[in-house]
């Protein structure tokens, strides 16, 4: 079975500050998707961003960007000049087949003002 | 532009009593389906999942199951409800050219 593992149940960080999430995943294949969502207070899941195994590339989304390492199964969120808006829980998943996103158990972030 | 439609968005049941939740896709054709359920501190958990109407896969052996009788309507239902169903229920939709899921607003049952 795949797995997607967030070792870090709880994150605090300064607003303003840089924050990295980690995530790490068990996977057989060569070819996938990886996602950061956010789950705000609203429970609404949020799409942050989104990485192509087979780009080497790291995504970046204005102040979300990734560290993708493929061979070390590693793929960390790095949120730069924090904002309160971005407390939330914030899940790491794996996908690209029909059967759906695997997701890790989350870590919540909390911005201090 | 596509949405998910999920309702209700809170649920109080006793045990013992059926359940059903909605979820309709707007805007797109033949979209995958799923339904998640998220328990407190812990991540999302597949419960079902749909490719076409009437096709049906189930990831956890449960007291749940799902139905799908439209192209855009995936349904999750239970004849008799237990404690340990209460949870974050959220429906999420994906077509085979996109790779991330969207996800509707959710439904947060409780079983009393």
């Known amino acids: 079975a795949q797995t997607v593992t967030q070792s870090q149940p709880e994150m605090s960080v300064q607003e303003a500050e840089t924050v990295t999430l980690s995530c790490t995943y068990d996977?057989?294949?060569?070819?996938?998707?990886l996602f950061w969502y956010k789950q705000p207070p609203s429970r609404q899941m949020i799409l942050v961003i989104r990485q192509e195994a087979y780009k080497q590339q790291n995504a970046t989304e204005n102040r979300f960007s990734v560290n993708f390492q493929k061979a070390a199964k590693s793929f960390s969120l790095k949120i730069s000049d924090s904002q309160l808006g971005d407390a939330a829980m914030y899940f790491c998943a794996k996908g690209g087949g029909a059967d759906g996103l695997t997701f890790g158990k989350g870590t919540h972030l909390i911005i201090q003002p | 532009s596509q949405t998910i439609h999920q309702w209700p968005a809170t649920l109080v049941q006793p045990v013992g009593s059926p359940l059903s939740l909605e979820c309709t896709v707007e805007?797109?054709?033949?979209?995958?389906l799923y339904w998640y359920r998220q328990a407190a501190g812990r991540g999302l958990q597949l419960l079902f999942y749909?490719?076409?109407?009437?096709?049906i896969s189930s990831e956890v052996p449960q007291n749940l199951s799902a139905s799908r009788p439209q192209d855009r309507q995936f349904i999750l239902s239970s004849k008799k409800l237990l404690l340990s169903d209460s949870g974050f229920y959220l429906c999420?939709?994906?077509?085979?050219?996109?790779?991330?899921?969207?996800f509707g607003q959710g439904t947060r049952l409780t079983v009393v």
């Open positions: 749909s490719v076409g109407i009437g096709q």
């Open positions: 996977t057989s294949e060569s070819d996938y998707y």
């Open positions: 805007g797109t054709s033949n979209p995958n």
């Open positions: 999420a939709w994906k077509t085979g050219w996109t790779t991330e899921a969207f």
